[in-house]
C-alpha cells in the first residue's frame, strides 16, 4: 500500500500557489497539470522502486515471561538481505495488547546490515500479553512514497507479579520494619526447635544451660533454639468483590497476590510448608502445603492470571476445601480487604471455627485516602459529606477488627505501600514466639 511521504505532500501543496493564479491568467494551466502529472508520476516511480518485505528478515525478542510494574524491554532484529538491497530505511510500529505503559514502539530506523532496536513496556497487571502485527513503512529512494507492510511476529508472554522482591533483600528490609521491638523479641523468644550448644556468655538465661554438656565439658554450654520448621501455613486469597477496586492506581487483588508470594517466599525460607487457595463464590486455585522452591513457582504459576470476580466471596467453602483432606494444625492467613462490616461477619463465623485447632491471621488492606479525608478538617459542604462517610468506613474497620480479634483471629492492615511488609512481619512475630 503507497505512502506519500511528508516531503511529497509539501509539493502538492506548493502546486496549489500556481493554481490559484491559474484562476486570474489559465494560460498557466497547462504548465500547472504538468507539474501534478509528473509530481504523481514521480510517487508512483518511487512506490515500486521503495523496497519490498522480502528484503528484511524481522524477529521480535521477549522475555516469555514478564513482570508487573517494572519496564521490560523488547527487542526487534533487523536484517537485509544483501541480494535484493543494499540498506533500507523506514518507520515501524509494534503492537502489544492495550493497558500496558508503551514507550519506543514506533520508531524510524535504517538498516545496512544487522539492527536490533528496543521499546519498553511496562505492565500495571498480571496475565496474558498478545504482541500482534508489526506495521512497516519501507522508504522510497526519492523519499516521496513509502510501500506499507505488515509482519504478522504473533507471539504471546505471561505478566507475572515481580518477583525481583521476594529476594533475600526485600526480606531484610520487611524484617527491618520494626528492628527493636524484634531484637526484644528475640531475646525473650527464639523458637522452641533445638538447634545447636555454644559456649555460655556472660548475660545468657541460666535456664538454657544444658548440663549433661556441661558435666561432660568441664564448662558451661547452652542450647540455643530456632523457630520450628515443617509447619504449615496456608494462604487464602480472597478474589471475591471486595477486591475488584484500586488503590494508588493498582488493583487490589494485585496488592494482595503481591503479598501472597512475599509469605510463600518468607514460610518456604523458614522451612515450612506452604498452600494458596484464591477464591471467590467458588475455589478458583488450590494448590496443597510443601515445601521447596518449587512450590514458589508453582504458586506463582497459579497466581499470575487470577482475577477479581463482582461476587460475594464464600469463606466457609474455601476453608472447606483448604482442611478437606487433614486438619493438621495450620497458620491460616486470609489476604482480603475488610470495608464491609455483613461480609466480615462471615468472615467471623468461620475464623471463630478455626481456633483454637488453627490459628487465623487476617491481613487487610487499609486506604490512606479514605482515613486522610476522615481526619481532614472539611472547607466545602461536599467535603463535610465525604468526610462524614469515610468516618463511617473508618469505624466499621476499626468495629470489624475488634471483632475479629475478640474470636481469636490476629489481624494487620496495612496501606498499599506496607501491606506485604505487615504480613510477613506478623508471620515472622508468631514464629519468634512459637505461637504455631
Not at 508453582?298 to 463482582?310: F, T
Not at 471455627?353 to 466545602?380: F, G, K, N, W, Y
Request: hydrophobic letters at 45%; proline letters at 6%.
Amino acid at each position: 500500500m503507497p505512502v506519500p511521504t511528508t516531503r511529497a505532500l509539501w509539493l502538492a501543496a506548493l502546486s496549489l500557489v500556481p493554481a490559484a493564479v491559474a484562476l486570474l491568467s489559465p494560460s498557466i494551466a497547462p504548465v500547472l497539470i504538468a507539474f501534478d502529472v509528473a509530481l504523481a508520476l514521480l510517487i508512483a516511480i518511487d512506490f515500486l522502486l521503495a523496497p519490498r518485505l522480502d528484503a528484511l528478515e524481522i524477529r521480535r525478542v521477549v522475555e516469555p515471561v514478564l513482570s508487573s510494574g517494572r519496564v521490560n524491554l523488547v527487542k526487534l532484529e533487523l536484517t537485509v538481505h544483501p541480494e535484493r538491497s543494499r540498506g533500507v530505511t523506514g518507520e515501524l510500529r509494534d503492537w502489544v495488547t492495550p493497558g500496558p505503559a508503551i514507550e519506543g514502539h514506533r520508531q524510524r530506523f535504517s538498516v545496512t546490515g544487522t539492527t536490533v532496536l528496543e521499546w519498553r513496556l511496562t505492565p500495571s497487571t498480571r496475565g496474558d500479553l498478545q504482541f500482534g502485527p508489526l506495521t512497516l513503512r519501507l522508504d522510497g529512494p526519492l523519499g516521496l512514497c513509502m510501500r506499507r507492510q505488515s509482519v504478522a511476529l504473533q507471539q504471546s508472554a505471561k505478566v507475572f507479579p515481580d518477583l525481583s522482591v521476594l529476594s533475600r533483600d526485600a526480606l531484610e528490609l520487611a524484617r527491618a520494619e520494626d528492628q527493636v521491638s524484634r531484637r526484644v523479641l528475640r531475646v525473650r523468644a527464639e523458637g522452641r526447635e533445638f538447634e545447636s550448644l555454644r559456649e555460655y556468655r556472660p548475660g545468657d538465661d541460666r535456664r538454657s544451660i544444658d548440663w549433661k554438656a556441661t558435666a561432660r565439658r568441664g564448662k558451661p554450654f547452652v542450647r540455643q533454639h530456632q523457630p520450628e520448621r515443617n509447619q504449615q501455613v496456608i494462604l487464602l486469597l480472597d478474589c471475591g468483590r471486595h477486591m475488584a477496586g484500586e488503590i494508588d492506581g493498582r488493583r487490589k487483588l494485585d496488592h494482595a497476590v503481591d503479598a501472597a508470594l512475599r509469605l510463600a517466599k518468607v514460610a518456604l525460607d523458614q522451612g515450612d510448608l506452604v498452600g494458596v487457595l484464591a477464591f471467590g463464590r467458588d475455589v478458583k486455585r488450590w494448590l496443597p502445603p510443601r515445601k521447596g522452591a518449587e512450590q514458589l513457582r508453582a504458586i506463582a504459576q497459579a497466581l499470575y492470571q487470577v482475577e477479581a470476580v463482582l461476587e460475594e466471596s464464600n469463606y466457609g467453602a474455601a476453608m472447606d476445601q483448604a482442611f478437606a483432606r487433614g486438619s493438621r494444625r495450620s497458620l491460616v492467613i486470609v489476604l482480603t480487604d475488610l470495608v464491609d462490616p455483613e461480609t466480615a461477619g462471615a468472615l467471623l463465623l468461620r475464623t471463630r471455627r478455626l481456633v483454637p485447632r488453627h490459628l487465623p491471621m487476617i491481613v487487610s488492606l487499609q486506604d490512606e485516602a479514605v482515613h486522610r479525608v476522615a481526619t481532614d478538617v472539611p472547607t466545602t459542604s461536599r467535603a463535610a459529606y465525604e468526610r462524614v462517610v469515610a468516618a463511617r468506613l473508618e469505624r466499621d474497620g476499626e468495629a470489624t477488627v475488634a471483632r475479629l480479634r475478640e474470636g481469636g483471629a490476629r489481624v494487620v492492615r496495612g496501606t498499599p505501600a506496607m501491606f506485604a511488609s505487615a504480613g510477613v512481619s506478623a508471620y515472622l512475630d508468631i514464629k519468634q514466639r512459637g505461637l504455631l
